[in-house]
């Protein structure tokens, strides 16, 4: 690839990134140096900046931007066994270990994601600097297909969603109406019925940008998180990445939402739809979804609840409305503050910080402490800029890792590596309940690791098992220097064991609420097993022994 050319082609790094990317750098010529581009770590947390002043860059740096680290690693000798190996093989995972012990990782793929973010970007006016716009820009250009389009994700077909959204994010990010990626990807569009078969969570996001209608979508009433808990649609059976996605998705449909008319908005209404935009019905495209996009085609069941809340949506409860209006703000801040402005994942973070700018007009703390973590989800590696489907992977890879290492029996001839891990595990590990955990619908998280940072925070089954074995296993055969409690470690158990299932398997974040039948009120169109997946996955029966 044009980039591995420019800065050396690193063998070792051509491993490392996937032969499915296609690099396209010289496509698009104004791009960053990425030699001045610098990782910040404090505590798991990464966030990439770009620097004028040169200073050297560390070998991870290096390593995940695709420049020559041949100096800071050379070629080891061929090995001869196993042993010898494993033994280049921690030799070379020791280089790349951050200073708060963790290994880093690019966590992207998903192609929904940086849209949103730059969608709310976009309305709430945050600034997205020049240097992370040409680093987006070429991401996306890397990954557009040969047809013009983008998929749900990196190694998918072109879909109207992947496709829409994608040309809404280069849009934003400035490229013109007539560049050639923007006249490919609008062709491909329009050759499909444009923007009016895109799927709901699309639909969404078109509809708040100003580019869609509300009444071209089925309800997101927040009506449903004023119900009693008893019921079995109520929102809090949900699983815990649904139920957050569709809180903030209530609060702004339920007051409709809608960023300001600017020129941006006005173009993209005539380039989106293949019909002048005034003239489109859009109550006739709320079931309009794309035969390709269309994964979790909707049954009768859905379409007749649908229905009956359209019925509704024409004359609201007012008492009810803003009831449920206030109950939905409270529980999606309660969110953010417990997961410091992070948010269980990039697409209610995204939403979140759209629905604090919506209702504090963006002059609370709460909105700047928002814009403060989004680039907490931002990765920078040879592709470009993306954004990642967590704010990391931090805790999961380590723990792997350090498992990995001590396994090999080479552990003493690596201690500053292991310690350093170690230190990692300790300052992950949860140390408190989130506070009214049942008003919230929240498990208890005291002894648990998260997948990425303690600032996360949320609590998962088979991330507990994986940190609480490897630090067992390391105080149990190393000179650990920071051990962790055995009273922590109990509380580690603990938590395991509050997760375990009437079927004596484990779910992920929390215990099964809700009926596996909840499925067929599924309205996202693309995606397929989200409503109530707490069920038993067989990954968390990874428990130590």
Known sequence: GGINAEYGGDSLFMAYLPDNIPLKDSDYLDRTDLTKWRLDIQNGRQRWFYEEKRTEQTVYEKYFLGIDISKDAPALDKPKNAQEACYNAISFYSKIQTEDGHWANDYGG???????????????????YDHEKKEMIRYLTNHQNEDGGWGLHIESNSTVFGTCMNYVALRILGLDREDKRIVRARAWLLKRGGATGIPSWGKFWMAVLGVYEWQGMNPIPPELWGLPYWLPIHPGRWWCHCRVVYLPMAYIYGKKHVGPLTPLVKQLREELYTADYDSIKWSQHKWNVYPHDGYKKPNIVCKLAFNILSVYEKCPNPWARNYSLDESIKHIRYEDIETNFIDIGP????????????????????????????????WLSADGMKMQGYNGSQLWDTAFCLQAIAETGLGDKFLETINRGHHYLNITQVQRNNPNMKYYYRHISQGAWPFSTRDHGWPISDCTAEGLRASMVLQDKFDIKDKISDERLFEGVNVLLSLQNKDGGWASYELQRASPYMEMLNPSDCFDGIMAVSYTHLRAHETPE
């Open 110 to 128: 998903p192609h929904f994601l940086l849209p949103g973010l730059l969608i709310t970007c976009y309305i709430s006016q945050t600034p997205i």
């Open 347 to 378: 697409v209610n973070k995204a939403l979140d910080m759209l629905c604090e700018f919506f209702a504090s007009k963006g002059q609370s703390e709460a909105f700047r402490n928002h814009q403060d973590r989004i680039r907490d989800y931002l």
